[in-house]
């Protein structure tokens, strides 16, 4: 990317911000349409044998840590935050549990796993097709009847949602755990308390899947497209990460927003 | 073999940003000839070759290979071009995650060639660059020159009717670049087919092709008879060429 | 697939131990270099100019990232909280409830995950294409080219560097903390119906100072961790365009992770 001279009065800045609002709509039309492009790649089938099952293994396998590690310190800060702030004011942590699961559940289990993801695998997948685009690579696909779509993307959009999936109820189940013991050790709260599911209903349930799932389909598709978009050696390489952790991170939370924001809606028209 | 397809060029113009690298290309490259690019590097010649199969689009002008046009088609109706032509890539775009084996048999495989077939001909194509049982390394075991090979390897393995060169010889000795012509000469006059080549290294170039053209600041300044490209009517063709330091370039 | 990816696929033992031998050998360099950049802090000399250029830059990239992300997430906080508003029609809790929560710990956290991932790559991509060989073509050794003319690459390079994320990501998260708090006033008042100055004086009436400076404390000290990371990670590529993208990858999760664990351990230290 190069480096702006600084705007020289309000109406330049005006003019680049609206310049880059336009950009931002544009850029998720086309984004929309690689999804669309996607999906036919998945359906259409046309990869290397074995290739989503290696794409499995790379996602799952390669974040099985790093979630375990995010995930539990998370759940034990969260937890710790709670508990110190409902101590100053009811005293009574009987209901932190059954709370946090739900919480877990429907937002921040899935938002936060994917948030991870989005660095992990989106920095990876951007990495290795960018690499692929600036060596020729892609090129020569093209040259043999391959469309990188189908061939690259399409395999590593199905790991991800299906790997996504999977870490995300593994993350769950950590940062759940993890939170449990703190409230156990530092607050000497009975884990029989803290372990109740009771508070766990099926919007949230649905929730969180949704976002689950959108965050899956997302990932891969934008972090594909900033691969695909990669010019000019290294540096085309490393600008092609930046923008897909970037653009991956950016998308979980406005996804986040909006799926949660529907979430409330539909409670309050549901009393 | 069909007999391969003209390749028509015209007013073909492309910039990146505010480069233009092609102001106006007007290109003749007749059924069967070895056809060799020059001019001077960064020049936009790789570009061109590109162009010719729809791996860039243009911002004008037409390129057609026999009847199909390739500026302005689908990704889908290239495809089927294609299928009519082979590629060397400058840095030669082996598959990293593929063997040497997979990479040169990848072209058959996708054209749904039967595997035993498959086999014997990527054997005779390594045997023929010089590479024979190498198929099951990986092209990070290869040196540059070898690696340069698969690559040819893998552009001539279908029998393609055009086969375009990016660079054949950069980077490489003298006596591997004569070799490397040998062959390409050798496909040629088993296969009947087109060859376009682009190089730096003039003098092994011009040897090579019987065509040449020189693109130099976005324009075909000779196109003609490579034996009479020495003696071209523009000045600064004939500076290039004889890579003298006195004149318009 | 091939041989090589086979290969990878050894005993889970294995994989821990050579992963802990790894992350150890990292540790340990970061360790390193933070020696070194301290050496040149005390007492402070570094290129005045390089530091000017570099928050200028950083600045520059990522304040619309972060106050994107940090609208979107005053917005999801409320929208957690109105679940419960809902439930205990308690609008006078969900001022102080987001308040808490951003101050403390998703302002904090996430602004700087953001920062990470828009900063620290591009760090890591830069420092990373100044360090490689470009196979037979340019070889772009920078650094070394630096030594050459008798400069210290570390004085020059990386503790601006350093000193330029810190501070930029201690503004940033300042930034950062009122626009979410600007964001959760929004969309309370548009989802939620609750006005913005209840919003505010519930904020202001139960949290305290040591709320927000809590959150800028960590910052600080997460701004130190992302820039030695990034800039390890950058300096010790091996291997072109292919390794460039695994160092940015590999450096922004090694700062996700840190980012969790600090923010557990600081959680915990300060008040």
């Known amino acids: 990317m190069s480096e702006d001279r600084p705007a020289t009065g309000p109406r330049q800045r005006i003019e680049r911000l609206g310049a880059a609002a336009l950009d931002g709509l544009a850029a998720t039309g086309q984004l929309a349409g690689m999804l669309g492009a996607t999906w036919r790649g998945v359906v259409r089938g046309r990869r290397p044998p074995g290739e989503v099952a290696n794409q499995m293994f790379v996602v799952g396998n390669k974040s099985l840590l790093f979630v375990a590690v995010t995930l539990g310190f998370i759940g034990m800060v969260m937890v710790y935050q709670s508990c110190l702030q409902l101590e100053r004011i009811t005293g009574d942590l009987s209901r932190i549990g059954p709370e946090f699961l739900k919480l877990l559940v429907q937002d921040f289990g899935p938002t936060i796993t ?15 097709i960018g690499s692929m685009v600036v060596t020729e690579q892609v090129d020569a ?15 590593r959009f199905i790991a991800c949602v299906v790997m996504g999936a999977v870490l995300t109820v593994f993350g769950v189940a950590i940062a759940y755990l993890a939170g449990g013991l703190t409230a156990w050790s530092s607050f000497d709260l009975n884990p029989r308390l803290f372990f109740d599911p009771s508070r766990v209903g099926f919007l949230d349930l649905c929730l969180g899947l949704t976002k689950t799932l959108c965050y899956g389909m997302a990932i891969p598709v934008i972090s594909g497209a900033c691969g695909l978009r990669a010019r000019g050696g290294s540096e085309g390489v490393g600008a092609a990460t930046t923008a897909a952790v970037i653009g991956s991170s950016l998308a979980v ?14 409670v309050g028209h549901g009393r | 073999m069909r007999p391969a397809p003209p390749i028509r060029v015209s007013r073909l113009e492309k910039a990146f940003g505010r480069r233009r690298l092609l102001a106006g290309v007007d290109l003749d490259i007749p059924p069967g000839s070895r056809f060799g690019l020059i001019g001077p590097a960064a020049g936009g010649k790789s ?3 590109k162009l010719l199969v729809g791996l860039i689009a243009a911002d004008a002008g037409e390129v057609t290979i026999g009847d199909d046009k390739v500026t302005g088609a689908s ?6 071009v294609r299928q009519r032509v082979g590629m060397l890539f400058q840095n030669y775009a082996l598959f990293d995650f593929l063997s040497v084996g997979e990479n040169v048999a990848f072209p058959l495989v996708r054209r749904g060639v039967p595997r035993d077939e498959i086999d014997q001909r990527v054997r005779d194509r390594l045997r023929a660059v010089g590479l024979a049982g190498s198929e099951g390394k990986l092209p990070s075991e290869l040196s540059g020159g070898m690696k340069k090979r698969v690559g040819i390897a893998r552009a001539t393995v279908a029998r393609p009717e055009i086969v375009l060169y990016d660079e054949p010889t950069a980077g490489l000795d003298p006596v591997t670049t004569s070799k490397i012509y040998d062959l390409i000469r050798a496909d040629q006059a088993e296969t009947g087919c087109t060859v376009v080549a682009v190089s730096s290294d003039v003098d092994a170039l011009v040897g090579f092709a019987d065509r040449v053209a020189m693109l130099h600041q976005g324009e075909i300044r000779y196109q003609g008879p490579a034996a009479a490209v020495r003696d071209a009517g523009d000045p600064a063709v004939r500076q290039f060429v004889r890579g003298e330091l006195e004149g318009p370039l | ?18 992963t802990a031998m790894q992350v150890a050998r990292e540790a340990g360099g970061i360790t390193l270099l933070a020696g070194r950049v301290l050496r040149c802090l005390v007492p402070p000399s570094m290129d005045g100019r390089e530091l000017t250029r570099n928050m200028y830059r950083m600045g520059n990239r990522s304040v619309p990232i972060v106050a994107l992300t ?3 997430v005053g917005g999801i906080m409320v929208i957690q909280a109105g679940m419960y508003v809902r439930q205990f029609n308690a609008t006078g809790l969900v001022g102080w409830g987001a308040g808490y929560a951003i101050f403390r710990e998703i302002g904090p956290v996430l602004i700087a995950l953001m920062f990470s991932g828009r900063v620290g790559s591009n760090n890591t991509a830069e420092l990373g294409t100044m360090t490689v060989t470009e196979g037979t073509m340019t070889v772009t050794e920078q650094l070394d080219g630096l030594r050459a003319l008798a400069i210290d690459p570390i004085r020059y390079l990386i503790v601006p560097r350093v000193v330029a994320m810190m501070v930029m990501l201690f503004i940033l998260t300042v930034v950062g903390d009122l626009v979410s708090i600007a964001g959760g006033m929004l969309f309370s008042r548009l989802l939620i119906g609750i006005d913005p100055s209840t919003f505010y004086y519930s904020l202001v009436d139960n949290l305290d100072w040591i709320d927000f400076v809590h959150g800028l404390v960590k910052s600080a000290v997460f701004g130190l961790s992302i820039a030695l990371t990034s800039c390890y990670f950058g300096v010790s590529v091996r291997g072109g365009a292919v390794g460039v993208g695994r160092a940015v990858n590999a450096a922004v999760v090694a700062a996700a992770v840190s980012i969790m664990l600090l923010d557990f351990f600081l959680t915990f230290l300060l008040p």
Not at chain 1, 141 to 155: C, E, F, H, K, Q
Not at chain 1, 253 to 266: C, H, K, R
Not at chain 3, 1 to 18: D, Q, Y
Request: glycine share 10%; no cysteine.
């Open chain 1, 114 to 128: 994917a948030l991870m993801l989005a660095t992990r695998v989106g920095a990876g997948i951007a990495a290795e």
């Open chain 1, 141 to 155: 696909l093209r040259m043999s009847g391959v469309t990188p779509i189908d061939y690259l993307i399409a395999p």
């Open chain 1, 253 to 266: 939370i406005a996804l986040d927003l909006v799926i949660s924001g529907v979430g409330l809606l539909l």
């Open chain 2, 47 to 49: 570009v061109l070759l």
């Open chain 2, 75 to 80: 990704e889908d109706a290239l495809m089927a």
């Open chain 3, 1 to 18: 697939m091939t041989g090589a990816r086979r290969a990878a696929l050894r005993s889970p033992i294995e994989t821990l131990g050579a």
């Open chain 3, 70 to 72: 940090a609208f979107f």
